[in-house]
């Protein structure tokens, strides 16, 4: 099953919702969006939704992790993490999520309607690959497990991204 991100906002109020399997090929609109949408003034908050996610890869989950730094920065407050999903759950304790989200694991019901992010086809392989590392970074900065976890990774995108040749400007 393919993942897919729902959002959607009403006074300043923003949901977001993950469906289905969320992999990194959504994280570039997702990442725009997220930039959006603390440009907003009237910002007041933001409940991503889980309960429909079958799976979400790392890199998912670092963006999440970089929007909740950027919600507290931007409003002292953590956000609101719903999931309802006995394994997801599970990962978000295990990368230590509970510290930077307020996590509800009941049902939530939103009467919103709720737009689709596009998916992002025409990024290019550096471009994902500086998500990929931002979005870990993230995670390694949250704990010391997660360092551990993910610096082996890390370590070898940058090595990658050193070794590839300079992009060119079409002109």
């Not at 923003?14 to 009237?42: A, K, N, P, Q, W």
């Not at 050193?162 to 992009?167: M, Q, V």
């Amino acid at each position: 099953m393919s993942g897919r991100i729902l959002v959607g906002d009403h006074d300043g109020v923003y949901v977001i919702r993950f469906e289905g399997d969320v992999r990194v090929t959504l994280c570039g609109s997702f990442d725009h969006y997220i930039d959006v949408m603390l440009r907003d003034g009237d910002f007041r908050s933001v409940i991503v939704d889980l309960s429909d996610a079958v799976a979400i890869d790392s890199t998912s989950l670092g963006v999440l992790a970089k929007l909740s730094l950027a919600v507290q920065a931007n409003c002292a407050r953590l956000p609101t993490l719903v999931c309802n999903q006995a394994d997801i759950l599970r990962i978000l304790d295990n990368m230590g999520f509970d510290d930077v989200f307020a996590i509800v694991d009941e049902n939530f019901e939103s009467e919103q309607n709720l737009a689709e992010l596009p998916v992002a086809t025409d990024m290019l392989e550096d471009d994902m690959r500086v998500r990929v590392i931002e979005a870990h970074r993230t995670l390694m900065d949250m704990n010391e497990k997660n360092r551990e976890t993910f610096q082996d990774l890390v370590s070898a995108l940058e090595d990658e991204e050193a070794s590839s040749p300079p992009r060119r400007n079409a002109s």
